[in-house]
């Protein structure tokens, strides 16, 4: 559509990058960081390139017209004449209305986490080299449409994450990395053997008239390329499928994390250095809830259905208990990790809804509880590398002394809250008017409305305690903002306040690639006359 692939050069330019870095002397810490700037803010220039060439009139869900800017050629080709027989994996990429957000929010998300992370000292060369190589495991997870490279993708981010938390952590940052680093790979064995079940259920038309087994999303999706006698298809009256979906489900839903996966978060959170806690928040703990939709939703449209108020359920948890056990954090950033779980139960209920509206409001809670949150956590970085301390009860009378910094945290705090005007507000409205209007799942979303409620609850108290009431004179000399913090917090700061003002700068990218996933999940029966290979 642009005339140049777009999407690769997005993705595997920051491992150009990370070679690079590599290859300098360690003697050169500021050519590496501003090299990592420069590749990010790259790709933040791509990503807006992507959105301005976007058409959002095209829709479907397992046909290709529908997906743009499309990368594809084969990958992997092996001929064999034993029982697999042949092997062809595809190099495929491409963009709809629920990847695209997705995209720019880790653009946007690196580029300002490239900036927290100036005040990186220790290993410099090796930090940015890891960094770069994260931010293209997560590019590469919203832009692949062959599950083979999306498995690649999702399992390439899990190796710099654990060295970034396990090295420039904090005191107990082994065990934060082992812990995060077990609980991801736990869920990954359940998705490769779903995907491989998949692999061998469903088969796709070669261009030649022969039919091979496939990783190809799309054709995956589509119930029509599923043998009888598959043991992930509807037919085979010995399917796995219900185990199956639980089996992927679980595997996304450690990532996001959802109640009862959430428990290395706040280890992940409290041990990781500043900008890497931005990341996670900000990008990682979306790719859970962009797989579901992106894989379980469409593969298994007739579980999904069938799994609904289940899916619902634990959204309400997630809610609740979330926003309680903030309630009860003394730790400034462990506050905002467990409110980070209450505000990821918003997009299951959301995507539990099964309903247009609730969609929308789901991914679009997944791009704002992207920014708001690293906001968030950009701002316990600052106290914390001024003070190094994170206990709410240390401070106190802040305002007088850092204004500024005080302006930008109510911003970020009143969009966690939802307060109208702010980006939170409308995602938030949106998933309990769909969640609401299914009736099936009302009663849950009525109690997930305490959220809200809990929510002002411990984001006020904390906006009280640590900067309302008299100075404590220990933090007299502290020094408001820096041009570097200002370039942190001023982006993210607008993106929060127009897209609370005008939310169809986003909502128009995903509304028609929502409505064709709603659709196809709420009316397709698995049924097909294939015979088996």
Known sequence: MIGFPILSLITFLPILGMFIILALPKEQPKNVKYLTLAITAIQVVLAIILLANYNYSAAGIYDEKSFQFIEKFRWINITGISWLGTVKIDYFMGVDGLSTPMVLLTALISFIATLSSWTIEKSVKGYFALFLLLDAGMMGVFVALDFFLFYIFWELMLLPMYFLIGIWGGPRKEYAAIKFFIYTL???????????????????????????????????????????????????????????????????????????????LPDAHVEAPTPISVILAGVLLKMGTYGILRISYPMFPDITR???????????????????????????????????????????????????????????????????????????????????????????????????????????????????????FVSEALVFLGAFGVELIRVLTMISTLGILLGAGYMLWTLQRIFFGPLNEKWASLKDLDGREYAMFIPLTIIIIFLGVYPSGMLNIMNTSVNSLVSFVTTTIHSTSLGGL
């Not at 009256?237 to 450690?254: S, T």
């Open 186 to 264: 736990f869920g990954s064995v359940f998705i490769l053997l779903v995907m491989i079940g998949l692999y061998f259920s469903a088969t796709e038309l070669m261009q030649d008239g022969a039919r091979v087994h496939t990783f190809n999303m799309l054709a995956l999706m589509n119930p029509a390329n599923y043998s009888p006698d598959g043991i992930l298809s509807a037919l085979n009256p010995n399917n796995l499928r219900l185990i199956a979906y639980i089996a992927l489900f679980a595997g996304f839903a450690i990532k996001i994390p959802m109640f009862p996966f959430h428990t290395w």
């Open 306 to 424: 069938q799994l609904m108020w289940y899916i619902a359920l634990f959204g309400m948890i997630n809610i609740i208990y979330g926003a309680l056990v903030a309630l009860a954090q003394k730790d400034f950033k462990k506050l905002i990790a467990y409110s980070s779980v209450s505000h990821m139960g918003y997009v299951l209920l959301g995507m539990a809804s099964l309903t247009t509206v609730g969609i929308n409001g789901a991914i679009f809670q997944m791009f704002n509880h992207g920014t708001i949150t690293a906001m968030l956590f950009l701002i316990v970085g600052v106290i914390y590398d001024r003070t190094h301390t994170r206990g709410l009860n240390d401070f106190g009378g802040l305002a007088t002394q850092m204004p500024v910094y005080t302006g930008f945290v109510t911003v970020a705090f009143f969009a966690a809250i939802g307060l109208p005007s702010m980006s939170g």
